[in-house]
């Protein structure tokens, strides 16, 4: 997935979110398969278990099972047809969490070869924040940052100035049940 490209800037923006909210000493939970920033994570001290390509829109077993105490999800969500389902099931108290934005001059991601890397959803900021507060999440803090590709045109402009990523920090609403464990 990153062989022409390693996302630096949004890694050191994701790390430093993830610093501010999460004690190393806190276990995680990171939805997806092993990963670039799975490692960084680990590498910074994290626990990490990651879910294993499982459909997360149909088995929810990782996370239902799963000890730890902060679920993350990065860019993962956008590529399920019903977030709202796994992040119900979630059973970790606090969720740390970013998505693609949806950018008004460039049409949905779609690989042509990978269908596990397809966006289904691209949100706007508001619709993420429902989909949590919905599914029984508080959000706690939030953060937009751009992604200029370093590239000449229109939409690498546009790029350079509209925030591309949406991430937020958020803890389980204590007023929400959470489903029993099947």
Not at 76 to 94: C, G, S, T
Not at 147 to 154: A, E, H, L
Request: glycine letters at 4%.
């Amino acid at each position: 997935m990153y062989e022409n490209t390693y996302p630096n800037k949004r890694f050191q923006y994701t790390l430093a979110f993830l610093q501010k909210h999460i004690a190393p000493e806190e276990t995680i939970l990171d939805l997806g398969v092993e990963n670039p920033f799975s490692k960084i994570m680990a590498e910074q001290g994290y626990t990490v278990e990651n879910t294993k390509g499982e459909d997360l829109d149909v088995d929810f077993t990782a996370v239902q099972k799963s000890p730890a105490k902060v679920a993350t999800a990065f860019e993962i969500f956008e590529h399920l047809l019903a977030p709202f389902n796994v992040l119900r099931e979630i059973k970790a108290d606090k969720l740390v969490a970013s998505i693609p934005l949806k950018l008004w001059f460039t049409p949905a991601y779609r690989s042509k070869t990978d269908i596990w890397d397809r966006h289904y959803h691209e949100f706007e900021a508001w619709q993420f924040d429902w989909l949590l507060e919905k599914s029984g999440w508080e959000i706690k803090d939030r953060k937009k940052f751009t992604n200029p590709v370093g590239k000449i045109g229109v939409r690498p402009l546009l790029r350079s100035f509209t925030p591309r990523y949406y991430m937020v920090y958020a803890v389980r609403n204590s007023k929400t049940q959470i489903p029993n464990s099947k």
